[in-house]
Each structure stands twice: as structure tokens, then as C-alpha cells.
């Protein structure tokens, strides 16, 4: 009789996650959050067996299961699921930065989103603010990759504090990312010309605030 495959859990742990990704693309997302929900109870399984080996996987499926939740719109259990998730990355980082700085700066992102969701606005902007940290720190060593993260996450801190009526420290976040993404632009316009448009428009909507000429140059 054969035996069990070592890596069958995992195995089976992967192909629930893609089939997950398969039913979420076909809009059968009650049947893809039903999928990933067993992928993560399969991760804790493999976790509690070895933890230095899973415990990444399981921060993965806990992020992504946060996506899920917040799009389906159950607010506390996407919080809960992203909240994990960062805890478990901070444990990561602390043995290894190099290879989970960027999942936590990624997770502390969208922790903070799912904050704003709940009409927590402290607790949003300290994860915002905590995932600008870190995006700084990468793009200090990878400006290439690591630019359009910090732009992104320096419009979304700009957002929480125009939500605690802290325009100039709004207005400022929001001109740096709103200057990256003119640098971005330039290099690919397809791909952040939107996102900037955005920024540019809660940089007006700041500058109108703090009773400033709203007009800004024509961007290219």
C-alpha cells in the first residue's frame, strides 16, 4: 500500500488557491471565498506541523482571504483576516526583511483600508502611515520596483488625513505622491496615468481646503 505523499497538504493546499483565483475571475465569488476558506484551514494544519516552513504561505492566504471578505463586503471579517496577517508578517520581517518587508508594507496597506471601511480613521492612518515606513525603505534600495508602491501608499495616507481634517499634512503626502506619479508617467503613462489623475484631484480638493488656488499645471 503507498504511502502518504509528503508535500500532498500543500499540494492540495495550492490548487485550492488557484481554484479560488478560477471562480473569483468567473464572478462566483461566494464559491471562491468558500475555497479559500478551506485553503486556510489547510494552511493552519501545515503550520501547526511546521511552522518555519508554512507560516509564510498561511500570511499569504490570510491577505488574500481579507480581499475576498472586503469585496463581499463583510467588513469585520476582512479586518480580522488582514490583522492576522500583518501579525504574522511583523514575526516574518523580524527573522528575515529582506524577502517580507514588502508583504508587510503590502498588508499594513490594506489594513489600513479595511480600518477606513469600519470608521476607524486613528487606526487606519497609523497603518498607513506605519506601510510609508516601510515603502520608503525599499524604495531606498530598489527605486525601480518599489516607486509606484510608495506612491500609491502616499495618496492613501493623504486620504486618512483629510478624513481628521489634517489638510497640511494632507496637502503634503499627497504633492510627493502626486509628483512620483508625474516621474511615473513620464516612463509609462498607460499603466499610472489614472492614478495620477486621481491624486491630482485630492490634491486640489486639499489645496481648496486650505483656501489655495486649486489650479494646477497641465500634467503631460
Not at 471565498?33 to 504561505?57: C, F, H, M, W
Request: aromatic content about 4%; proline content about 6%.
Amino acid at each position: 500500500m503507498p504511502g502518504k505523499h509528503p508535500g500532498a497538504p500543500r499540494s492540495l493546499s495550492k490548487f485550492a488557491d488557484d481554484l479560488s483565483v478560477r471562480l473569483s475571475n468567473l464572478n462566483r465569488h461566494m464559491e471562491s471565498l468558500g475555497v479559500a476558506q478551506e485553503s486556510l484551514t489547510l494552511y493552519r494544519s501545515l503550520v501547526d506541523k511546521n511552522p518555519i516552513s508554512y507560516t509564510p504561505d498561511l500570511a499569504r492566504e490570510l491577505g488574500s482571504l481579507g480581499i475576498w471578505l472586503s469585496n463581499l463586503n463583510h467588513p469585520k471579517e476582512s479586518l480580522g483576516a488582514t490583522e492576522e496577517s500583518v501579525t504574522l508578517y511583523q514575526s516574518l520581517v523580524e527573522e528575515n526583511p529582506a524577502s517580507y518587508t514588502p508583504d508587510l508594507a503590502r498588508q499594513l496597506g490594506s489594513l489600513g483600508i479595511q480600518f477606513s471601511n469600519l470608521n476607524q480613521p486613528m487606526e487606519s492612518l497609523n497603518a498607513a502611515q506605519e506601510s510609508v515606513i516601510l515603502y520608503r525603505s525599499l524604495v531606498d534600495k530598489n527605486p525601480t520596483s518599489y516607486t509606484p508602491d510608495l506612491a500609491r501608499e502616499l495618496s492613501n495616507l493623504g486620504i486618512q488625513l483629510s478624513n481628521l481634517n489634517r489638510h497640511m499634512e494632507s496637502l503634503e503626502v499627497t504633492q510627493e505622491s502626486f509628483l512620483l506619479y508625474e516621474a511615473l508617467v513620464i516612463e509609462n503613462p498607460a499603466l499610472h496615468s489614472c492614478n495620477r489623475d486621481v491624486t491630482r484631484h485630492h490634491l486640489e480638493k486639499c489645496r481648496l481646503c486650505l483656501g489655495r488656488d486649486t489650479q494646477l499645471p497641465d500634467s503631460a
